[in-house]
Each structure stands twice: as structure tokens, then as C-alpha cells.
């Protein structure tokens, strides 16, 4: 893969956060995507979100599949843990990265192609079991690396560059993600920093299966007329349900929220969403409410933006398994290894 890495010098007077960390110390190598790509934006987001919620990057692991939105961990949080896997493999490398080390905030950076066609299996079962993270889709309805054929997230009657058109219908992750459970589940625009950065952030702190699929258009390969995926047609189509604020347990909450059209959503760990409503009758509690509030508008050809579902009390796979809160690699060979008299008398049990 080839890259550039980024001088270190940055101006004196650059903002700090609250552990004394600029931007910089966000950032990671420069990009080399296609200039105008959405999925550089994503970067800029999700630097932004971890500079705002003072996040050590060590305490970050950045997993990915192969595509061109897989890349982007290596434009952002270039001290963290970083993994780049195999195409469509990310939701499994994370869950066991997971299940070994609960303690580490997971990344996982995924594209269209990489979730919902050759990953399509594994996006399912990391969302139905509960995986605690962050899964954030980089949607640009292609396979934008090999350049531009359709992914299975291309809307049905969408055309190519080369003006082929897709007969076969859409694959949308949010209505499975709805559907199979997972806790917190977003659509945005890599357009739409204002929304999306709330997003992102909401999401790190939440402590279950969080997707975000964000529409991030492919200027090489998916960015022309007839394209539902392009800038022009999602700033033409797209439904805001909410705006988001976000407020981290973490920081003093000191806010005053307007009456009327402001919902709060406490999470269980007391961080606070204000969701500013777009759509006044917008319940983001209501699973089944926004399943057909999304079917009811891609109906009408209209992208639905914001945060449609979260469950403020989430469960996760440690739950369900019942693990230890400690780290693996943080307990001794004792704990690890209770020697092969209760090995015995497990088997002893089974037979
Ligand atoms: C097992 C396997 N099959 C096929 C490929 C070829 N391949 C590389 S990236 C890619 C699609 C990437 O599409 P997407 O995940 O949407 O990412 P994008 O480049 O659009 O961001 C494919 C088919 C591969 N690397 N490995
Ligand atoms: S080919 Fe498309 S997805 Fe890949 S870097 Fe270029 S614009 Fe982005
Ligand atoms: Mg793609």
C-alpha cells in the first residue's frame, strides 16, 4: 500500500483538548484516494469526534476489510491499535479482538462491498450477537477499488458510468441492522459533518452493536447522472429525522435544551443524545416505527439521515457469554488455566 506520512510540525496555536492533544495527534498518514472522495470526509468526521471526546488513542482499535473505504484507518488515529483484514472479514477479526480485550474502543471501518457482499454473513452476526462497537459503513453503492462495478447496496434501476443499469434490488444495512437487533443504528452523509459528527460520538460512547452507514460518494466511479449515490442526488433526496447534539458523560453537562421539538436520550453510562426533531412525529426509540418510517420513504426515493434507532439500556455479546470484566491478557496463568481437575470435572459433566 502506498502512503505519505504527515510532517509533525503543527502551528503553536492549534485548539487543544482536554488531555492537551490537537488535531494532529489524530490524524494518520495522507490520504491518497481520489481527491473528492466522501470517504476522506468520514476521516475528517471521525478525527473530529476523538478529538472532541479526548479519546487516548491508544485505547482505539481500528479494524477494516479490503475496498478503498477500508484504507481510511490509516488516515486517522495513526497511534492506535490497527488492523487491516481480509475482504469482508472485519466483523469477525473485531469480535474476537473483542472478546479477548473489552477494555479498547473498536473501530470497525467497512465499505458497501466488503458489508453487504462478500461480508454480507458476517455484518449479520456481528450485529445479532451484540458485538460492542462502532461499525461504520462507507456506502457509495460500488466497488469503487476495482473500479466501479455495482455492490449489492446499488439502488435497483441506478446506472453505471458506462451506463449499464442495475436490475437486481438493494440490500439496505440499516433495515437489517434494525431488524437483527443491533442497539444504535444511524444513517448520514459524508456531506453532512454537522450531522455526522454527533453521530460518530454517540456512538463510541454507546455500549453495544452501533451502525453507522454513511452515504459517501465515489467521484471516480459514482458520482454521474442516474446515480443514487452521487452528491447531487442524496442533497436532493435526503430526509433529516433529527439533528444531534451530544454530550458525554464524561463532561460537565451544562446545557440548556429548547422545549418543544428536543428529545433526550440518557445512556446508560449518562451520556446524554438531544435529538433537535426535523420530523416532529420522529420516535428514535421505536424499532418497528422506524423500520417502516425507512421502507416508507426509500418507497418515495427519499434517503432517511439522523439517528432512527437506539436503545438506551444495551446489552452486548459479554453479556450474553457472561465473561470476565478483565481483559484476557491482564489475568495470570492460574486464572487463565484452572488446571485439569476442574478440566476433569467439566467433562465429567458433559459425558
Ligand atoms: C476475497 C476477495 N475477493 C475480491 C477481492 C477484490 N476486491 C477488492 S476491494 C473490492 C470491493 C470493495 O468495495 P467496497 O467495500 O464497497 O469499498 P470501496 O472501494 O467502494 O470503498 C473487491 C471486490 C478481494 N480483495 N478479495
Ligand atoms: S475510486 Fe472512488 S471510492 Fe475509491 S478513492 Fe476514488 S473516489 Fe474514493
Ligand atoms: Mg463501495
Redesign the pocket.
Known amino acids: 500500500m502506498t502512503y505519505i506520512t504527515k510532517p509533525k510540525f503543527h502551528h503553536p496555536g492549534l485548539p487543544k483538548n482536554a488531555l492537551g492533544y490537537t488535531h494532529r495527534d489524530y490524524e494518520g498518514k495522507i490520504s491518497t484516494l481520489c481527491a473528492g472522495c466522501g ?1 476522506d470526509s468520514i476521516t475528517a468526521a471521525v478525527i473530529e469526534a476523538c478529538f472532541e471526546l479526548s479519546i487516548e488513542p491508544h485505547r482505539v482499535a481500528k479494524i477494516s ?7 481510511t484507518p490509516d488516515y486517522f488515529l495513526g497511534q492506535s491499535h490497527g488492523f487491516n483484514s ?3 472479514r472485519m466483523p469477525s477479526v473485531l469480535t474476537g479482538a473483542n472478546l479477548a480485550n473489552r477494555d479498547l474502543i473498536y473501530l470497525g471501518v ?6 453487504a ?2 461480508g454480507i454473513g458476517q455484518f449479520a452476526h456481528a450485529m445479532r450477537r451484540g458485538v460492542n462497537m462502532v461499525y461504520i459503513v ?3 453503492g ?5 473500479k466501479g ?1 455495482f ?1 449489492a447496496t446499488a439502488d435497483r434501476g441506478s446506472k453505471s458510468k458506462r451506463g449499464l443499469t442495475n436490475n437486481d434490488n438493494a440490500i439496505d444495512l440499516v433495515a437489517m441492522a434494525l431488524q437483527l437487533g443491533a442497539t444504535f443504528v444511524a444513517r448520514s452523509f459524508s456531506g453532512d459533518k454537522a450531522q455526522l459528527v454527533p453521530i460518530i460520538k454517540a456512538a463510541i460512547e454507546h455500549q453495544g452493536a452501533a451502525l453507522i452507514d454513511v452515504i ?1 460518494p ?1 467521484v471516480a466511479f459514482n458520482n454521474h447522472a442516474g446515480s443514487t449515490k452521487s452528491f447531487d442526488y442524496v442533497r436532493e433526496h435526503n430526509e433529516a429525522v433529527n439533528r444531534l447534539d451530544f454530550i458525554s458523560a464524561r463532561a460537565p453537562i451544562a446545557v440548556t435544551y429548547e422545549p418543544g421539538a428536543v428529545q433526550v436520550v440518557e445512556q446508560h453510562d449518562g451520556s446524554k443524545l438531544v435529538l433537535r426533531k426535523v420530523a416532529a412525529d420522529y420516535d428514535p426509540h421505536d424499532r418497528l416505527g422506524a423500520m417502516s418510517f425507512l421502507q416508507r420513504n426509500a418507497a418515495q426515493g427519499q434517503i432517511v439521515t439522523g439517528l432512527l434507532y437506539v436503545d438506551p439500556e444495551p446489552e452486548d455479546l459479554h453479556s450474553h457469554f457472561n465473561t470476565v470484566d478483565a481483559p484476557l491478557n491482564s489475568l495470570s496463568e492460574k486464572e487463565l488455566c484452572p488446571g485439569s481437575a476442574a478440566l476433569e470435572k467439566i467433562n465429567a459433566s458433559l459425558r
Do not use: A, P, R, W
Open positions: 470517504h476489510g479490503i475496498g478503498c473505504s477500508s484504507k481480509v475482504h469482508g467497512s465499505g458497501d462491498g466488503d458489508s457482499s462478500i462507507e456506502n457509495n460500488v466497488y469503487g477499488l476495482t462495478q455492490s459517501s465515489c
